[in-house]
């Protein structure tokens, strides 16, 4: 195999880790924010307050440090070592996306008038049905910037799983420019911005289908 085709297979095999890790964050991580939401703003004031603590935490410590507590802590503390790098890396980026998906979520919910709520009961309406036909649109429409914003981070931040050995596009394209070759590390940008534009690209149009929801 020539020198090419080595470093395009090996970028290709990044690309698809960073390509998987990002797609199952978000699958996992946006329900997973939203219980998290339910959770911080219930009125069972112990549930509350561990969720509120919880998100805290998250938010307040280094992704890279949560990648780094998933993958040892297990073998520090439990003698069961954590096998798959790529496990250990889909979990932290999971518990990391879904705190920061949480606030973006109570902060779409808490900026709908309470005056829609009543109107909604007035006319005759279960919370549920007033959650689902009168405000689940206009929070979405509201939280598309701020989410697409995390979205377009999270694309950015897959590159941290290397830091425990998970062999994704940059990990792969530093094998060779320890050999003297930069065009790999190039590559790696491309990748990049081809990936983020388009998701802008994406993001854009699902913001402007919601235009007509100015509540």
């Known amino acids: ?25 978000l699958i996992i991580a946006l329900p997973l924010g939203l219980l998290i939401t339910l959770g911080t703003m219930t009125k069972i004031t112990p549930i509350r307050w561990f969720m509120k603590t919880f998100v805290w935490i998250i938010r307040g410590t280094p992704l890279m440090l949560q990648l780094i507590v998933v ?14 790098r790529f496990v250990a890396a889909a979990i932290a980026f999971v518990i990391n996306y879904a705190a920061y998906f ?16 009543e109107a909604g009961q007035v006319l005759g309406m279960t919370k549920v049905q007033v959650f689902f036909k009168v405000i689940l649109f206009q929070v979405i429409k509201r939280i ?6 995390e979205i377009i981070t999270l694309v950015k931040d897959t590159s941290l799983a ?5 062999a994704e596009i940059i990990m792969s394209a530093e094998r060779f420019t320890k050999q003297g070759l930069i065009s790999p590390l190039f590559a790696t940008g491309l990748y990049f911005l081809i990936f983020v534009g388009a998701l802008t690209l994406l993001l854009n149009y699902v913001e402007k289908r919601f235009n007509y929801y100015r509540g």
């Open 102 to 117: 949480s606030e973006i979520y109570r902060g779409g919910i808490e900026s709908i008038s309470i005056g829609q709520y």
């Open 162 to 166: 290397n830091v425990i050995g998970v």
């Open 71 to 84: 993958f040892y802590a297990p073998g520090l503390f439990f003698n069961t070592p954590m096998r798959d």
């Open 1 to 25: 195999m020539s020198t090419i085709e080595t470093i395009v297979s090996s970028l290709f095999e990044g690309f698809a880790y960073n390509t998987k890790l990002f797609i199952l964050t």
């Open 144 to 149: 598309v910037p701020p989410m697409g914003n």
